[in-house]
């Protein structure tokens, strides 16, 4: 996720540092709070970089990127492809996040009355969009680095382009927004290893499919060829579990993780962790499951899951 540090101040090194410590992927966001070389010191096994389509230069920044995250050993580079366009977030101009931060009376008064929340802001700083600030104009303040960047990032990556990043990363690499079997396809015939089922934690249009929904098609077409993972929508352990029994073989978890640390600060993300943790072990306990690979054996319901066009032909044909 970008912007962690806006929720807790230091919050993307937080999350990297329990990640490491619980031995769990940790994604650090273009659009995030620390360098590639803080998160990678911070998250040395597990650390993973995500790109949004940095098209300006023929993609100088994303290959820089990917050439700095290669040099401190990141394990996966994740590009990002469901976020063609900005799209308009009402929840987010309601709370005044699209503007200037100008603290208000209300605000003054809140920070006043969380003190740990203050004291992690000053051992932090002002968040800042750490990940890309390098590239723009030394001592550009927050406003400067997101102009900088809305100018040179947008637009829909074409297969061509996913290719170009496929031959520049040396290590595993995984495309996160797919929604549908072909671009899973699609994906994995170009070298990708993992398909990341998304629809962007429902946030860059709600009439998109609960990723949940399309992971049975998506697991059979391409399941024994890429790594699958899924995420929007994962809540618990028990969404881990459903999530594996329908064909995921990871989940992943966003907006808990910033409830998380907006709840508990330092101590959050680590809370968070053993709780997945714990609730995971606890229903694959109650389905009677010994691991990960016997919930994935699991006679399962879901009525929701969409049968594509494709696979519909196929059947009727047998
Ligand atoms: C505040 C916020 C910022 C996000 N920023 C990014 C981002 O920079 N790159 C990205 O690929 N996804 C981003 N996402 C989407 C998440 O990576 C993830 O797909 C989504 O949050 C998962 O759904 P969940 O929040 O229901 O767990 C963001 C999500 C949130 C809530």
């Known amino acids: 996720m970008g912007g962690p540090s806006l929720v807790w101040p230091g919050a993307d090194l937080l999350l990297a540092k329990a990640a490491q410590r619980a031995r ?29 389509r940095f098209w300006h230069d023929d993609h100088k920044i994303g290959f820089d990127l990917v050439r700095r995250a290669q040099a401190v050993e990141a394990k996966v580079l994740v590009l990002t492809l469901d976020v063609p366009v900005r799209t308009t977030r009402s929840r987010e101009t309601y709370a005044g996040l699209a503007h200037e931060f100008r603290p208000n009376a209300r605000m003054i008064y809140e920070m006043m009355a969380r003190p740990k929340w203050l004291l992690a802001l000053l051992r932090n700083g002002y968040p800042r969009f750490a990940t890309i600030s390098d ?23 074409s297969w061509e382009e996913v290719k170009r990043y496929r031959d520049a990363w040396k290590g595993p690499m ?24 998304s629809n962007h934690g429902g946030r860059q249009i709600e009439a998109l499919v609960p990723t949940i929904d399309v992971l049975p098609a998506i697991a059979a077409a391409v399941g024994k060829k890429a790594t699958i993972m899924l995420d929007s929508g994962v809540r618990s352990g028990q969404d881990v579990m459903r999530a594996v029994a329908l064909g995921a073989d990871m989940a992943f978890a966003g907006k808990s993780f910033l409830w998380a640390v907006a709840a508990l600060g330092d101590e959050g993300p680590g809370y968070l962790i053993d709780l997945y943790i714990d609730e995971l072990r606890a229903s694959l306990g109650q389905i009677g499951a010994q691991s990960i690979a016997e919930a994935r054996a699991a006679t399962i319901r879901h009525p929701g899951a969409i049968a594509f066009a494709a696979k519909t032909r196929t059947a009727r044909k047998r």
């Open 24 to 52: 769990v992927p940790y994604t650090l966001s273009v659009a995030g709070g620390a360098t590639v070389e803080q998160a990678a010191k911070a998250a040395p096994d597990v650390f993973w970089l995500q790109l949004y």
């Open 135 to 157: 590239y723009a104009r030394p001592g550009a303040g927050t406003n400067e680095i997101i102009a900088f960047a809305r100018a040179r990032m947008g637009g829909a990556f």
């Open 174 to 197: 995984a495309v996160k927004g797919i929604l549908h079997p072909q671009d899973a396809e699609k994906a994995v015939a170009l070298g990708i290893d993992g398909i990341w089922v």
